[in-house]
């Protein structure tokens, strides 16, 4: 079984293209789930005091924790995470970076089928050029980007696309969740907000995402739309 857990960043947006440049979509491939848990929680545990000090009520409840949210850390907590986690090969990294400028205004007339989509188009083309595997995906989704009503969608497009037309999977389940329970979706959340961080500032972050080409984390980069007919 493939273990891929998806979040995103930026804004889906024709309209406001200048303040909303990009949106992107993280597509983390855990390769070790209980290393990987066991390593975020390592650097959670050890940095508590320094993630309390910045007052997020996203990732705190009073003083109880709740989650780790890469738009609330500072610059230098982003890096040592990133590089904590880099340690280990225990995951791996797809992104979809959409150019929101290029985008056909009907596309975004329903975000969610945007969405679904995108996923369905980027999956099927790193399965096919062996850039994640063939084979069973277990797909675990923050709950907040899609509404109740099109979840069971991406799951019957996914298995009618990638498993009866091109025999790329042979079996896939779709779920959602919401990310505070559940740490993989965090992490995903923190990896999408890392690139679009760097996106935004491509020579503050470059150094780090260089190091995660070099180890083979970052796989691929899915940039939109210009592979929209691959």
Do not use: W
């Not at 991406?154 to 498993?163: C, P, Q, R, S, V």
């Amino acid at each position: 079984m493939e273990y891929l857990f998806i979040d995103e960043s930026g804004t889906m947006t024709n309209i406001y293209c200048e303040q909303f440049p990009y949106f992107i979509i993280c597509l983390l491939h855990v390769k070790d789930l209980r290393k990987l848990k066991t390593i975020t929680k390592q650097f959670i545990s050890r940095n508590l005091n320094t993630l309390k000090s910045l007052g997020s009520k996203k990732m705190f409840r009073g003083d109880k924790f709740i989650e780790i949210k890469g738009s609330e850390l500072s610059y230098n907590l982003k890096i040592e995470f990133a590089e904590h986690l880099c340690k280990y090969d225990v995951f791996d990294i797809v992104y979809i970076d959409i150019e929101n400028k290029d985008i056909d205004k009907k596309l975004y007339k329903n975000k969610a089928r945007a969405f679904n989509y995108l996923v369905d188009l980027c999956l099927g083309f790193v399965i096919k050029n062996d850039i994640f595997p063939k084979g069973d995906y277990s797909i675990q989704i923050d709950e907040r980007n899609i509404k109740t009503n099109a979840r069971k969608t991406l799951e019957d497009y996914l298995t009618m696309e990638l498993g009866f037309k091109q025999n790329y999977i042979n079996e896939v389940t779709v779920k959602y969740f919401d990310s505070s329970n559940n740490i993989y979706i965090q992490l995903s959340d923190f990896f999408s907000n890392l690139y679009y961080s760097y996106k935004r500032n491509n020579e503050k972050y470059n150094s780090i995402f260089e190091k995660m080409k070099n180890k083979g984390i970052v796989k691929y980069i899915f940039k939109f739309p210009m592979h929209k007919d691959k």
